[in-house]
């Protein structure tokens, strides 16, 4: 959402048998909410269709792609490593502090699944957590996202949509803005 200060979430490799539709809707969540781009790692590697098909149907850009190396990607990430964890600081304490640092460059945001490597806990330059409980990457993901943005995710257009959602008080509509056809459900 930031042009040159990219923002690309990593996803740790899930539970197999566990953790798809988590990892699916960790790769949503990260583009509806004004991500650039998701990386997934190890397990999570083979759930990135339902993300590119939203994205061609729904409209980008958003950049799905894949890696056997995560920790090398941590390693060799020139910006801002954001390591989202039920341990770490909490959001609010640091929120301004990394949106100073996304001004000045790209921010990777990893979050896990299962136990997650001490590595990533040390190469983050932040380790945040959204509350100390426990939950789930996929809201703290949404809650880091929306506060990293102070909302303005909210207001993004979409580039080369298929269909749009027209907001309705009631009932469904989705219009194909090349033919404005109308499919009421
Ligand atoms: C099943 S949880 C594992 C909880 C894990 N013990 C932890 O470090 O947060 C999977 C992922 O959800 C995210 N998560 C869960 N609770 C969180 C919280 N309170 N704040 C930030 N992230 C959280 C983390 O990215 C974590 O790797």
Known sequence: MRGDNEVTVL???????????MTTHVGLTARALGADRVVMAGSARDRTDTIVDITERFGGPFEVEVTQEP???????EGTIVHLTMYGEPVQDVEADVR???????????VGAEKVPFEVYENADYNVGVTNQPHSEVASLAVFLDRLFEGRELEREWEDPDRVVVPMETGKRVVDPEDDDVDDV
């Open 11 to 21: 996803r740790l490799g899930h539970r197999p048998g566990r953790d798809e539709r």
């Open 71 to 77: 920790k090398r990607l941590i390693r060799d990430f």
């Open 100 to 110: 100073e640092a996304h001004a000045e460059g790209p921010l990777l945001l990893v």
